[in-house]
């Protein structure tokens, strides 16, 4: 997994190793909550009951849910994607890190783990491979966000493994394989993808 670099800011810190690793897994934890509130809510007509019980006894996440609600309600948000790369720059600030990519490619990146989600959803319902692969297609229609090289190849890691990956892990190397990737490639698979 892709560990945020140490910005100037950091050395004034003096994080060890350990603590810049612990500092990015918090970060990295933070953002897919972001996105997953931010999902739900979006996903279930924005029912706050839908998403509320499951944040019971964290109130850090309550908070974050209802500023999350706040933004989408005003129309700030138009994918969970967005509020997963504003959480993480956010929290890479606080620790003197960088992100080591664009707040906008990390959106996309962050966004086009609804492949990993749908794919596991399907999977975990029986669907066989061919039939999830077309219907994750159908469900996310945009090539430029959703190219259907990615989307077999979140295909091959839900269905070779006997047992069904863990939908976390899944959508973390998702996210952080897109986030890694050189901009010269990503956007090249972009042009590729349209």
């Known amino acids: 997994m892709l560990t945020l670099g140490i910005g100037a800011g950091a050395a004034s810190h003096a994080q060890t190793a350990g603590d810049s690793r612990e500092a990015f897994r918090v970060c990295d934890s933070k953002a897919f909550l972001a996105m997953n509130i931010a999902r739900n809510y979006m996903m279930t007509g924005r029912d706050r009951q839908a998403v509320l019980p499951h944040l019971q006894g964290d109130a850090a996440a309550q908070a974050m849910a209802e500023d999350i609600f706040g ?5 700030e948000v138009r994918h969970p994607g967005q509020l997963a790369a504003d959480t993480l720059f956010q929290c890479a600030k606080e620790n003197g890190m960088s ?5 906008q490619r990390v959106a996309l990146c962050y966004t086009r783990t609804d492949v990993a989600f749908f794919m596991h959803v399907e999977r975990s319902a029986g669907a066989v491979r061919q039939q999830a692969v077309a219907k994750v297609q159908a469900r996310l229609k945009s090539r430029e966000l959703y190219p259907v090289a990615l989307i077999n190849d979140v295909a091959e890691a839900v269905y070779a493994p ?10 973390g190397t998702v996210a952080w394989a897109c986030i890694r990737q050189p901009a010269s490639a990503a956007s090249a698979a972009s042009a590729a993808s349209r």
């Open 71 to 75: 933004r989408v309600d005003a129309g």
């Open 162 to 171: 006997p047992q069904l990956p863990d939908v976390r892990q899944l959508m």
């Open 99 to 103: 992100v080591g990519a664009p707040r």
